[in-house]
């Protein structure tokens, strides 16, 4: 009877999706989305990133004195809408929080326009996943170009040490997101 319980068990969970178990804060019946790794660790791409919740875009933003022609790339930030939902009702970024940075290069003069910029062909998808279980100091940032379908985390001297030191809050740059600074949870008086 025991060998007829323990070997269904062990099947399962070989068998479950090499992530991350996080509990999830939502209520029952809304499934968390949470990051998935392959087994070597590599981060897969979401699909649908286009889909989640817009808390930030900025045209030019960069890190360096580096000039560009033109204004320089469109960068639009989401997150995922579970992880929005959790932020909005605690004021906090649950493990599990996936952000996504799609870059764009800057394209003028799109028929029937003669002025101005807007987004034109991808650059890159960019990922900071808040993961405790799995990376020293929470978060860890993945670059996955143009069409990659898996990325393994960058090294923490690329993006993790800046945005330990200059995050707006909890490694996040609130300061360039203002749906999300703006916010106060659900039933505070902030």
Not at 5 to 11: N, Q, T, W, Y
Not at 27 to 53: C, H, K, S, T
Not at 131 to 150: C, E, L, M, N, P
């Amino acid at each position: 009877m025991v060998k007829r319980l323990i070997l269904p068990a062990l099947l399962a969970a070989f068998a479950a999706p090499a992530s991350s178990p996080l509990p999830s804060p939502l209520p029952a019946g809304e499934p968390a989305v949470r990051p998935q790794y392959n087994l070597d660790g590599a981060l897969r791409r979401p699909a649908d990133v286009d889909r989640w919740i817009v808390v930030g875009t900025s045209l030019g933003l960069g890190y360096s004195d580096a000039t560009e022609d033109g204004p320089g790339m469109f960068h639009r930030v989401y997150l995922e809408p579970t992880a929005y939902d959790h932020y909005r009702e605690t004021g906090r970024f649950r493990d599990g929080t996936m952000l996504a940075l799609v870059i764009r290069r800057p394209s003028r003069r799109v028929p029937p326009s003669r002025a101005g910029w807007t987004e034109g062909e991808l650059a890159a998808v960019e990922m900071a996943v808040k993961d405790s279980a799995r990376f020293d100091g929470a978060w860890a940032y993945f670059d996955f170009g143009r069409a990659a379908t898996r990325a393994r985390a960058l090294p923490a001297s690329r993006c993790q040490a800046c945005h330990a030191e200059h995050a707006a809050k909890d490694n996040v740059f609130l300061q360039f997101y203002p749906t999300l600074g703006d916010l106060s949870p659900r039933g505070s008086r902030q």
